[in-house]
């Protein structure tokens, strides 16, 4: 059978991020995807033209419509009254959280009220929460990234996976915090290519795997590849073709 994922989160018109790169992701991995929407946007790669939350009874009745699911993946969720009812909707699987909390251009995807919602209502729900630098300064205080991510797993949170993609570093780094001891370390090149809803991938991707039966670090590691071989495409396609033979 196909594992089921249930993936939470905004619609982008561009189809480069949100539900639309989560569904590519989870049935090319061959996952049967459902969803639940909770904003309708209108993107483009230069920014969010518009936001439009759907009712939280709403997004509450697309999760119970979607049954049993093997994993959920969480993105955008809009307000705090979104996440209230994710909240209590939530069904009984491994939970990836994205936290979406701007988009790729800066728009605010989600205001603080509904952050401080999701901290003290999801973090304990969460399987693992896969914030970007600045979603992981947003999400705690200013301080080493080993203590921000322990005030994370002290509310509930059973791991984190701190991702180095706006790092200035030669490499890409991702690090699995999941223990007491020190992270475990995912390095790879970075690529030529600017993509949006690359967070997206990975998580939904990592979700997959995990309904699939993966432990989590090689759940990530597939997640990873899933992601690298988007970005190999990418860079493919920027590339200009050759100069023809004289």
């Known amino acids: ?110 205001d603080p009220q509904g952050v401080a919602a999701l901290l003290r209502l999801l973090l304990p729900r969460v399987t693992l929460l896969t914030p970007n630098l600045p979603e992981l300064q947003a999400l705690t205080t200013p301080g080493l990234e080993a203590a921000q991510v322990q005030t994370l797993r002290d509310r509930g949170c059973a791991a984190v996976l701190v991702k180095g993609g706006h790092a200035e570093t030669a490499d890409c780094e991702d690090r699995l915090y999941a223990a007491r001891r020190g992270p475990h370390c995912y390095s790879g090149p970075r690529y030529p290519a600017s993509l949006r809803g690359t967070g997206c991938t990975l998580a939904s991707a990592i979700a997959v795997a995990l309904a699939r039966g993966e432990p989590l670090p090689r759940a990530i590691g597939t997640a990873r590849d899933v992601l690298r071989a988007r970005f190999t495409e990418a860079a493919s396609v920027d590339k200009p073709p050759p100069n023809p033979d004289p």
Request: hydrophobic share 50%; proline share 7%.
């Open 1 to 110: 059978m196909r594992p089921r994922v249930l993936c939470i989160g905004g619609s982008d018109s561009g189809g480069g991020a949100g539900l639309a790169r989560d569904i590519a992701t989870a049935t090319g991995m061959g996952a049967h995807a459902c969803i639940a929407v909770t904003a309708v946007t209108a993107q483009t790669d230069a920014g969010v033209l518009a936001s439009h939350p759907v009712p939280p009874e709403t997004v509450a009745a697309q999760i119970r419509a979607a049954g049993r699911v093997d994993a959920v993946k969480m993105g955008m969720l809009a307000s705090a009254a979104i996440v209230e009812a994710v909240a209590a909707a939530l069904p009984q699987a491994p939970v990836v959280l994205d936290p979406v909390l701007a988009s790729s251009s800066g728009h605010p995807l989600l």
